[in-house]
């Protein structure tokens, strides 16, 4: 079965650090892109960070650039989440998200790219207060 | 940065009804990159739709995407009790890389 778990929330002080992980099982996981996205309670869904399959390249939403690493060990099939100098607009559940991406080649007229976020885990929550 | 604005934000219909959602691009986007979710109270997303109308594994045909440019619809043929929930859009954009959602549209019985 293919699936992600996700681990490592809870209650942390503004100014905090807090580190998520996600646990891949069911699929090749060093052959996709992950990301992690956030939702606020009562809020929608933010997309946070991703990660390339071999970790080379990562990118952020700009509310998080500075604070927030992204990192995986494919070894382990884990994604994680080093989250720090955390603020009170940090709190949300947090989910890990599979991105599937795949090119269809369309002869002359070119190629098509698809991206997009075909697993999901059932989140871990986080919440920063004092 | 692209934003994509979703209306309504509430819809209210009852079961067997015929739901449409709409989702626009505050610029021309690829509709290749275009994805639509479902998401149930206490549940994680679930991928309905992506490249704006390929419906994913295990979903049910009444559920059906289409548009481009800026204006992509989520359309659901005749809706069933469990088909009540949020639905969000969501676009990857590549400058700067990263993903979008929309604010969601709430469908509830009416």
């Known amino acids: 079965e293919v699936q992600l778990v996700e681990s490592g929330g809870g209650l942390v002080q503004p100014g905090g650090s807090l580190r998520l992980s996600c646990a891949a099982s069911g699929f090749t996981f060093s052959s996709h892109w992950m990301s992690w996205v956030r939702q606020a309670p009562g809020k929608g869904l933010e997309w946070v960070a991703n990660?390339?399959?071999?970790?080379?390249?990562?990118y952020f939403v700009d509310s998080v650039k500075g604070r927030f690493t992204i990192s995986r060990d494919n070894a382990k099939n884990s994604l994680y989440l080093q989250m720090n100098s955390l603020r009170a607009e940090d709190t949300a559940v947090y989910y890990c998200?599979?991105?599937?991406?795949?090119?269809?080649?369309?002869?002359?007229?070119?190629?098509?790219?698809?991206?997009?976020?075909?697993?999901w885990g059932k989140g871990t929550t986080v919440t920063v207060s004092s | 940065e692209i934003v994509l604005t979703q209306s309504p934000g509430t819809l209210s219909l009852s079961p067997g009804e015929r739901a449409t959602l709409s989702c626009r691009a505050s610029q021309s986007v690829s509709s290749s990159y275009l994805a639509w979710y479902q998401q149930k109270p206490g549940q994680a997303p679930r991928l309905l739709i992506y490249g704006a109308s390929s419906r994913a594994t295990g979903i049910p045909d009444r559920f059906s995407g289409s548009g481009s440019g800026t204006d992509f619809t989520l359309t659901i043929s005749r809706l069933e009790p469990e088909d009540f929930a949020v639905y969000y859009c969501q676009h990857y954009g590549s400058s700067p890389p990263q993903y979008t959602f929309g604010q969601g549209t709430k469908l509830e019985i009416k």
């Open positions: 990660t390339k399959q071999d970790g080379s390249e990562n």
């Open positions: 998200a599979r991105e599937t991406r795949f090119t269809m080649n369309r002869g002359i007229i070119g190629a098509r790219y698809y991206y997009y976020m075909d697993v």
